[in-house]
């Protein structure tokens, strides 16, 4: 009797493991599947295993990300991801957190508590099935196996081989390699044009493109590109109503080889390929990226450029850009290299009417470096020795920049780039002895070295920095302002810290 029980529930489970596996080989799973956001958690794999949808372990452990990604390669690098209602919150979702297939909503993602917090949705029908295409494209069928929902038609930052985006269609970047909530950077068709361009938060309002595809045609709008496509062999194109084709892909693309175009976080837009076969050096190269230069194609207009204010781009020889503070500045925000940098010097016009002087300041020289808005003068024609002794006595002069005649620069300063075909120089002014070479870096918020405090309280209250205060009066005001009524009873001038600071930045903003 007991082995015949065995027998039984052996048997029961080898149907069981038979049934799962022909689940497993056709890449489709019926309504009511879940997966659990856990270490070791198990994903839904497309027929030949190339793509997996599920949940994927951040750097911080106890954070999943519902995904997908190749499944092959040792990177699993993600090409998917569930943004969240809000994208620009951190889509990462805690352990314990659930993705369920439903036959009203398609995929819901749920937190441990049970709590919605996406929901592929946006569809009329009843699912039946989700199946994880070999393409890399999740896909919602109902009975009839018609589709319902695709991920390839709410692309995230990557588009694969199939995949078109249409004229509505939007590619996002993420926030940094590893945070994917919405990033700054995005890909879509404007009048005919396939675009980039950044945008700010948090409204979103778009800047202008640093990227335009050209196929745009004002006298008839049907030769206007409208399809971005990428052909199952790995060669992308913006397909003209008339059927004209241009391509993004140059020359020939490698065969056997995984394809993706990614809208990488630092706003290029990247074609690249991996060997599928395991043996060779395995990584991402890239074939081809737009635009071809970032740090000089987004010049114009308002933001702060690829990188941060004050900050200086530089482009690898991949086409990245790479951001650096100038000598005598630091990040804002220590952990976002390509945030803004502030001077760890104060700068600016003095409010009890000493301006400044030659035997105050001196600069730092930058070869080929400029930023070519932030202007509110020009000299021309000037000495180079003229256009610093004007910058130097002038407590309105950040930044002044020889090339073809002399542009006085105030702070902040956007679109900060190396640029070898300039042929000019930046002069950056810095107050003598309290300058890059001379002192140690300015604290700021972030570091609280307690020694030091009293030096930057100081200064936010008595100091006239402008843009130095300014950054720093939301974090050290209320305290400082404290500090200080300590010691006099009163801040100076009479006003409160905060109104002394508005108008220091006011005066400069003029
Ligand atoms: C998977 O993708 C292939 C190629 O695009 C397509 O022919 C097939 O119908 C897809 N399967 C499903 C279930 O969508
Ligand atoms: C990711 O970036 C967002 C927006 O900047 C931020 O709110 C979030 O905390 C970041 N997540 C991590 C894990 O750093
Ligand atoms: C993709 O486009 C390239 C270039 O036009 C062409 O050679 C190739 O045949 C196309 N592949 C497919 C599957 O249509
Ligand atoms: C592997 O390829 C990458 C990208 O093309 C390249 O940067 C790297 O140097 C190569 N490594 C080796 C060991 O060839
Ligand atoms: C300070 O500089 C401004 C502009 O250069 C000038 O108009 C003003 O007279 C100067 N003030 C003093 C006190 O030197």
Known sequence: MASAIFTLMFLATMVLLQLMAVAQTDGSKPVGASIT???????????????????RQMVNKDYFLLSIWYEKIPEKTVVWYATGEDPTDDPAVSRGSKVELTADSG?????????????SGGFL?????????????????????????????????????????????????????????LGRFQLRFLDGNLVLNAMNFPTKFAYDAYYTSQTSDDSNSFN??????????GYMYILRRNGQRSYLTEGTVPTDFYHRATLNFDGVFTQYFYPKASSGNRSWSSVWSRPDNICV??????????????????????????????KGFSLLDQNDKYGSCIPDFELGCRS??????????DFTELINVDWPTSDYERYRPYTEEECRKSCLND????????????????????????????????????????????RPPFQRPGEKKKSDTKLITGSVVLGTSVFVNFVLVGTFCLTSSFIYRKKTEKTPEGGSCLETNLRTFSNYDQ
């Open 107 to 119: 995929l819901v993602l749920t937190d441990p508590q049970g709590n919605r917090i996406w929901s």
């Open 224 to 233: 206007s590109g409208y399809q971005l496509i990428f052909n199952e062999s």
């Open 352 to 361: 009890d009417g000493l301006n400044s002087t030659e035997d105050q300041y």
């Open 125 to 181: 029908g009843t699912v039946s099935s989700g199946v994880m295409n070999d393409t890399g494209n999740f896909v919602l069928q109902d009975r009839n196996s018609d589709r319902l929902w695709e991920s390839f038609t709410h692309p995230t930052d990557t588009l694969l081989p199939t995949q078109i985006m249409e004229a509505t269609g939007i590619v996002s970047s993420r926030r940094t390699e590893t945070n994917f909530s």
């Open 37 to 55: 956001a856990k270490d070791d958690a198990p994903s839904w794999l497309s027929s030949s295993g190339e793509f997996a949808f599920g949940f």
């Open 297 to 326: 194609g987004m010049g114009s207009g308002l933001g702060s450029g690829v990188c941060g204010f004050n900050s200086i781009c530089d482009l690898k020889a991949d086409k990245r850009p790479e951001c650096n503070c100038p």
């Open 395 to 438: 407590c309105l002069c950040s930044v002044a920049i020889f090339r073809d005649g002399c542009w006085k620069k105030k702070l902040p300063l956007s679109n900060g780039r190396v640029n070898t075909g300039m042929n000019g120089k930046a002069f950056l002014k810095f107050p003598k002895g309290s300058g890059p070479l001379d």
